[in-house]
């Protein structure tokens, strides 16, 4: 009897995460739980994730509300298992008199060099601006922001890729339609050029472009839409020059997605699995990651969240040297969740069609 009050004592005081994957993990998921349980902030939104030579960093703005102007970037950093607690390392200050909101932090660690934040400030999304934060010490300290050129933005929300000794950054604009394109930096985000617009930004649209690799040159980036459905556009050379964007077979509810090429050449891709109308906000539960050897055929894998009425969303996914998948979303706009996966125990199940 006393063991089985012990042991009632001891389940009651074990965290309890309020929605997120069933109780019995499924296949592949080895670790689940939050970045922070409080935090000085009330919502948070658009997590980033990047492995340097120190170990793990995430980012996501936090604040009262998207858009108010108290919204900062916050950092944490994986340090023996355990996250540390969320710190600011970007605001919105343009200057002494003027402040805007912080959007989509993406960090990036160039080899051999510095970490790079990348983000955006401005009174809205159609306003705002790229700015660059650099670290030489894994993200525990932080230089003076740097302003990109005007008519850059950098990445939008997902990670840059490394070809050639170029910096390819998915980016995209709001402001006359949703137009997706690329810009391209040598030198660390000192320099830029770009692409012209993928698309029209009407009758089709897309932001947020995610990038998998393929043999020789090839390369694909999925994207959100308005259309109901997510868009793609491949390139053949090393991702200089991009297709026109055209339509593919998967659902999109208007949200954020992400998608990576893991180390075995199998693609994964993390999005809700809920298909909207044209420019209608379609629910962000559940939240889903699919399987791919082509980018082209996809098949479910893993219900990662389901709460009706609830959020779970913009999740980002990188591959660690290790092997191993982490995984971050927005659960609720309250807190950010962590996964950790083993890709060799992920297993499809049926193709997802329309």
């Known amino acids: 009897m006393k063991m089985l009050i012990s042991l009632v004592f ?13 109780s019995v993990p499924e296949a592949g998921i080895i670790k689940d739980g939050f970045i922070y349980e409080t935090a000085s902030f009330p919502s948070c939104h658009a997590a980033t994730l990047e492995e ?8 996501w703005f936090g604040g009262t509300h998207e858009g108010n ?8 950093r994986l340090v023996k298992g355990g996250w540390t607690a969320p710190v600011m390392i970007a605001d919105g200050r343009i200057n002494d008199s003027t402040r805007y909101a912080c959007y989509n932090p993406v960090l990036y660690q160039v080899p051999g060099k510095e970490l790079i934040l990348f983000y955006k400030i401005g009174p809205n999304v159609a ?31 997902n990670k840059p890729v490394l070809r050639d000794g170029w910096l390819i950054c998915p980016s995209s604009t709001e402001k006359f339609g949703w137009k997706v394109h690329f810009e ?63 339509a593919t077979g998967l ?22 699995h809920v298909k909207s109308g044209k420019g209608v906000w379609g629910p962000r539960s559940p939240l889903n990651l699919a399987l791919s050897s082509d980018g082209r055929v996809w ?17 980002t996914i990188m591959q660690t040297k290790d092997g191993m998948v982490h995984l971050l979303y927005t659960w609720k706009r309250q807190r950010i969740r962590h ?9 499809q199940a049926k193709e997802i069609v329309l």
Not at 69 to 76: A, G, L, T
Not at 258 to 270: N, Q, R
């Open 184 to 246: 391209f930096t040598k030198d660390g985000g000192r320099s830029w050029s770009k692409t012209g617009p993928l698309n029209n930004g009407t009758t089709m649209t897309g932001i947020q472009p995610a990038i998998l690799f393929h043999p020789e040159e090839t390369m694909q980036a999925l994207c959100r839409s308005q259309d109901g459905l997510l868009n793609e556009t491949w390139s053949y050379d090393h991702g200089r020059t991009w297709t026109d964007l055209r």
């Open 69 to 76: 102007s108290d919204v900062c970037i916050y950092m944490s």
């Open 52 to 59: 340097t030579p120190e170990g793990l960093v995430a980012a």
């Open 10 to 22: 001891m389940l009651a005081g074990m965290p309890v995460f309020s929605q997120g994957p069933a």
């Open 299 to 315: 098949y479910t894998s893993l219900e990662l969240a389901r709460e009706e009425g609830a959020e779970f969303s913009y999740p």
């Open 127 to 157: 306003g705002w601006t790229g700015w660059i934060k650099r670290s030489y010490d894994g993200g525990i300290s932080w230089g003076r922001p740097e302003s990109i050129p005007e008519g850059f933005l950098g990445p939008i929300r």
């Open 251 to 272: 659902p999109n509810n208007n949200s954020g997605i992400d998608a990576i090429t893991l180390k075995s050449g199998m693609h994964l891709l993390v999005f809700n």
């Open 339 to 347: 996964m950790v996966i083993d890709p060799s125990k992920l297993r």
